[in-house]
Nanobody, 120 residues
């Protein structure tokens, strides 16, 4: 199982970006998917997540500005980021809790980080 993320880049204050991530490989089910971020010199933190039932969860700092959704395929998660601020600058990581078989325990998988930089 691999997670492949895309999107990110450089944007000005108030701009928008969209991140996408797909789970590739053989798996039985995905419990939830989401995005974390790690600003320079700080710990990684949850940004947003979505369960297989569509229940979402957001960090307080992004509520009303970021929107997480599943793609047409169940193995894709998107993060629409609007009204971006300099404090959103970070490396963003896709995460998924995946069961590779019907008798397997769920495990966390991570994508490669994608950089988001917001200039003022």
């Amino acid at each position: 199982v691999q997670l492949q993320a895309s999107g990110g880049g450089l944007v000005q204050l108030g701009g928008s970006l969209r991140l996408s991530c797909g789970v590739e490989g053989n798996f039985f089910s995905i419990n939830h998917m989401g995005w974390y971020r790690q600003p320079p010199g700080k710990q990684r933190e949850l940004v947003a997540s979505i369960t297989s039932d569509g229940v979402t969860n957001y960090a307080e700092s992004v509520k009303g500005r970021f929107f997480v959704s599943k793609g047409v395929s169940v193995n894709i998660v998107n993060l629409q980021m609007d009204n971006l601020k300099p404090e959103d600058t970070a490396a963003y990581y896709c995460n998924a809790e995946v069961r590779v078989g019907d008798k397997a325990f769920p495990e966390d998988y991570w994508g490669q980080g994608t950089q988001v930089t917001v200039s003022s």
